[in-house]
């Protein structure tokens, strides 16, 4: 069984920690500068309070509802996350921490119904009682299985086990929509074709959504099934998160080896950061040995950024420095990855009012460089600037490549020799 715990509504619930008189009102959570809503509580949810809008927009109407509004603090969000994944660490030794307030557990195979009901409720339990964050918790036969776990569990009081027999069930009610790694351009695909259940989407047929959709969107309907296919590589990226990470061929052990993968990482992730024309306040980095052999275990560390960031070889030096507080030598990482967090948008964003001048043209001088090393891969590949740290490599040479050509047209080496 796979289990999926998830800390509900994180930067409100981490506010309320601190501030118990606001139980049961609504809360909101700001961007840095104050700019935008990034979080709510379930009750400013429910009031149709929506993420992403401007606060500017909303302020009477939340001033009216008698909602308590937060600039957004990453330094206690990510603190609190750490104490929450050690508390989960303590009770399943095999854990892959996915987000900020989301992780996935692995229990044994033959583990009973009852054990894991009772773990499940000590661990809820403790996480709220040492932290005073409300969890849930789903579990399923796969990782999507127990993503639908997880939201069913909202309506259980905090707990679902998600067994085979009751599968068909919850799928029946489960909006197609709603599905883990199923976005809103799929779901209206499969909309059209009169498609609106997980269940009806469980009983596609193969070939058809090979056809028409993605490899991956085959591998989450096998999931539907009961299968467990989809790795760490092939989940789909948080939501309000970018990750970038890589399953190599052969395992990592040594520190110069890790340095330039997370650089690549930290590179690729940066570039996609700059594609959406947004900054990060939190970089956490996670390896991972192999989940199928003995002795699984994950390294993670997530990091506050001083400010938020959005220069490559900033982003670079985090990732990083997280990596080398908890980098084991000698253990063979194979799965190693960057995500960036606490996103929100680049523009308005002018530093802070009383920044010294020359800190102000050292950050006008990344912008412009950054910028121009957009232009620079835009225009000749992405490989045509990078980081010295990243040892000059290419993702493409850390994959599994045994039966590649020879690259005829592009490498000197490799021209065909007719003599
Ligand atoms: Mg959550």
Known sequence: MIGLIDCNSFYASCERVFRPDLKGRPIVVLSNNDGCIVAQSAEAKRMGIARGAPYHQNREFLESVNAEVFSSNYALYQDISNRVMDIVRRHVPRLEIYSIDEAFLFFEEDQKREGLERLAASLRSEVERCTGIPVSLG?????????????????????????PEKEEEILRETPVHSLWGIGRRKADFLGSRGITTALEFRNLEDW????????????TLWELR???????ELAPPPRKEIV??????????????????MARHAQSAAAKLAGEKAVCSLI???????RFKENYSQSYKGLVL?????????????????????????????????NLGGLEPADGLEGDLFCSEEFRVSEERKRRLSLAQQEVVSRFGRMALVSGATGMKSKADLMNRDYLSPRYTTCWEDIPSCL
């Open 226 to 232: 009961g299968r467990s296919v989809i790795s760490a």
């Open 306 to 338: 001083s400010r938020p960031l959005a220069y490559p070889p900033d982003i670079i030096k985090a990732a990083i420095d997280a990596m080398e507080e908890v980098f084991r030598p000698g253990l063979p990482y194979i799965r190693t990855a960057v």
């Open 244 to 261: 970038s990470g890589i399953t190599a061929r052969t395992p990592l052990t040594t520190l110069s080896q890790m340095r330039q993968a």
């Open 208 to 219: 058809w959504v090979k056809k028409h959709l993605t490899v991956v969107t085959l591998y």
């Open 284 to 290: 956490s980095v996670s390896m991972n040995t192999n």
């Open 139 to 163: 579990l399923g036969r796969s990782k999507t299985l127990a993503k639908v776990a997880e939201r069913h569990s909202k309506r259980e009081g905090g707990f679902f086990l998600l067994s």
